[in-house]
């Protein structure tokens, strides 16, 4: 059983920053590409970033030059630093991640959701 729990999310000013984390948890071998993603009240689900396990990231052209993605891999955590919020950077973000379980299951995994509230 594999287990992704975001924290980070709320409510911030336009112009201001906040942290997201995700933890994966639970029978992990490996981890491939982890990432973000994001859904708007009455959007689809977008990619915001992600990165894989060598380091390499890709992110969606509406947050390149404010948000950036890192992993720590000892943790199985990745982070998502979000800076000039704006108020359509509002939306409930989900991380994601590719996961190998111990019995050679691989799967992508997304956690529950997190909220971010961006205000003008």
């Known amino acids: 059983q594999v287990q992704l729990v975001e924290s980070g999310g709320g409510l911030v000013q336009a112009g201001g920053s906040l942290r997201l984390s995700c933890a994966a948890s639970g029978s992990i071998f490996s981890i491939n590409a982890m990432g973000w993603y994001r859904q708007a009240r009455g959007k689809q689900r977008e990619l915001v970033a992600n990165i894989i396990s060598g380091g390499s990231t890709r992110y969606a052209d509406s947050v390149k030059g404010r948000f950036t993605i890192s992993r720590d891999n000892a943790k199985n955590t990745v982070y998502l630093q979000m800076n000039s919020l704006k108020p359509e950077d509002t939306a409930v973000y989900f991380c994601?991640?590719?996961?190998?379980?111990?019995?050679?299951?691989?799967?992508?995994?997304w956690g529950q959701g997190t909220q971010v509230t961006v205000s003008s």
């Open positions: 994601n991640a590719e996961i190998k379980t111990h019995v050679g299951i691989e799967y992508r995994y």
